[in-house]
C-alpha cells in the first residue's frame, strides 16, 4: 500500500477543526480529506465530537476545561465509537 497520506491526516485532524494548522500544513491535509473516505468519516466523526464537547464545556464554563481534558474526550469518544 503506497503512502496515501492517511497517518499524516488523521494525526493532524484534531489540529485541523482547532484551526491550529497554518495555510502551508493545513492544505495538503485537507486536500487528502476531500479525497479520501476514511479520512473525511474520521474528520466528521471528530468534528461532531469537538461541537458536542465544546457545546457542553460552553454551558459550564470554558475556562474551566483545558484543552487537553477536551482532547481527552474527544479522543475517548473516537475510541468509543469504533
Ligand atoms: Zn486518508
Not at 464554563?61 to 483545558?66: F, G, R, S, T
Given at each position: 500500500m503506497s503512502d496515501c497520506g492517511c497517518d499524516k491526516a488523521k494525526a493532524n485532524v484534531y489540529e485541523l477543526l482547532r484551526g491550529e494548522l497554518c495555510a502551508e500544513e493545513s492544505a495538503p491535509i485537507r486536500e487528502h480529506i476531500a479525497n479520501c473516505d476514511g479520512c473525511r468519516d474520521e474528520r466528521n466523526a471528530c468534528a461532531s465530537l469537538t461541537e458536542v464537547v465544546k457545546r457542553a464545556c460552553d454551558e459550564e464554563?470554558?475556562?474551566?476545561?483545558?484543552p487537553e481534558e477536551l482532547r481527552d474526550a474527544i479522543l475517548k469518544g473516537l475510541r468509543e465509537r469504533v
Open positions: 464554563n470554558i475556562a474551566n476545561c483545558p
